[in-house]
């Protein structure tokens, strides 16, 4: 085991906190304490940005986190969401195409816990939830891209 046992235990405890691992076994979460990597950020630093490739799945253990979009690359960024401690970013990249679709800056101080792609495969990426997970506002531009081709021709 690469990390030290009270380190691990405090892992534990948090992930056993976070809603969408609660019904994960206590080995799947051992596993995961044992794998993550913990990375810290300052206000303002980027954590993703959006079209990088990306191979890492993040858990907020501390701070919050801002999720950004440029529709284009003379546009400002539109602010999507905020997220908090206990929720999770970055799976979108992680299944299918590896381009990060969204860029995720801290808040504040942040402490995210970062799992790598193949423990992410062989720990997470069969919950329903992150594997599922789908963005309203990825929707909406869906939407207004379809009706724009739709009207223009
Ligand atoms: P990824 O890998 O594309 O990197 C950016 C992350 O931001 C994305 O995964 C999601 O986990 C997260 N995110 C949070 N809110 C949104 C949203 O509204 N749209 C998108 N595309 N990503 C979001």
């Known amino acids: 085991m690469r990390t030290g046992l009270i380190k691990h235990s405090q892992y534990m405890e ?60 003379n546009e400002e960024p539109v602010y999507l969401n905020t997220l908090s401690k206990g929720e999770w970013f970055g799976e979108q990249a992680l299944k299918g195409e590896d381009v990060r679709m969204a860029s995720v800056t801290a808040v504040d101080d942040v402490t995210c816990l970062v799992i790598d792609r193949e423990s992410f495969k062989q720990l997470i990426g069969g919950l329903d939830e992150v594997n599922n997970k789908q963005y309203e506002s990825d929707e909406l531009k869906a939407k207004v891209e379809a009706e724009a081709v739709f009207f223009s021709s």
């Not at 906190?17 to 979460?29: A, E, F, I, K, M």
């Not at 993550?36 to 079209?51: A, F, K, P, V």
């Not at 191979?55 to 919050?64: A, K, N, P, W, Y």
Request: glycine letters at 6%.
């Open 14 to 73: 948090f992930l056993r906190s976070v809603p969408s691992l609660q019904t994960q076994p206590v080995d799947v979460l051992s596993k995961l304490a044992d794998v993550l990597e913990e990375t810290h950020y300052s206000d303002g630093d980027y954590i993703i940005r959006q079209g990088a490739t990306g191979d890492t799945f993040f858990i907020i253990s501390e701070g919050q986190v801002k999720v950004s979009q440029q529709n284009s690359v």
